[in-house]
T-cell receptor
């Protein structure tokens, strides 16, 4: 019962560049969340955007939500090597349902 | 500062063994969850609990059971481990009302189980 799907599956950039990840989902939502996972570790919550919001910022993160297209994007500006991780979008199903993630690699 | 603690980071078990994965949270959260994560499949929900002694099946409950005798502890049990249960297991908790859409999950560090 995959609800969100991230795109691309993998992304490689240089330090200082911006990274954009997209999430598409299938059914209507109340909100959408983004999480980050460092290799071999648990997930960490990054940001939540509600269905009546179009854009939200948190530090170097910018999230947009387009409910008409059932899609969201996560932009990380001025990427650092420490941003290397997998990023997941999540929406509510029976419980939170996660996509398969985008693996971001930032090289110095 | 650790809020969700999974008892074992790495386990190696043999086929047919009974396996217990323990998860404890210190945030007084009502909701607790067990996911498994496999390459190419993402996170899949096994079981969740929104109250003590309550449990609900997730997407892939077959081969698993859970126990929640105390609010802070949620255990995942593999009654007879099989090789296809080799995976990363992630426990999480959240504190808002019963499975409300605004639940933000706090995850443990994960337990990597290998079944030989």
């Amino acid at each position: 019962s995959q609800q969100g799907e991230e795109d691309p599956q993998a992304l490689s950039i240089q330090e200082g560049e911006n990274a954009t990840m997209n999430c598409s989902y299938k059914t209507s939502i109340n909100n959408l969340q983004w999480y980050r996972q460092n290799s071999g570790r648990g997930l960490v919550h990054l940001i939540l955007i509600r269905s009546n919001e179009r854009e939200k910022h948190s530090g170097r993160l910018r999230v947009t939500l387009d409910t008409s297209k059932k899609s969201s994007s996560l932009l990380i500006t001025a990427s650092r090597a420490a941003d290397t991780a997998s990023y997941f979008c999540a929406t509510k199903g029976t419980a939170l349902i996660f996509g398969k993630g985008t693996t971001l690699s930032v090289s110095s | 500062d650790v809020k969700v603690t999974q008892s074992s980071r790495y386990l190696v078990k043999r086929t047919g063994e009974k396996v217990f994965l323990e998860c404890v949270q210190d945030m007084d959260h009502e909701n607790m969850f067990w996911y498994r994560q496999d390459p190419g499949l993402g996170l899949r929900l096994i079981y969740f609990s929104y109250d003590v002694k309550m449990k609900e099946k997730g997407d892939i409950p077959e081969g698993y059971s859970v126990s929640r005798e105390k609010k802070e502890r949620f255990s995942l049990i593999l009654e007879s481990a099989s090789t296809n249960q080799t995976s990363m297991y992630l426990c999480a908790s959240s504190g808002q009302g019963a499975l409300s859409g605004a639940n933000v999950l706090t995850f443990g560090a994960g337990s990597r189980l290998t079944v030989l």
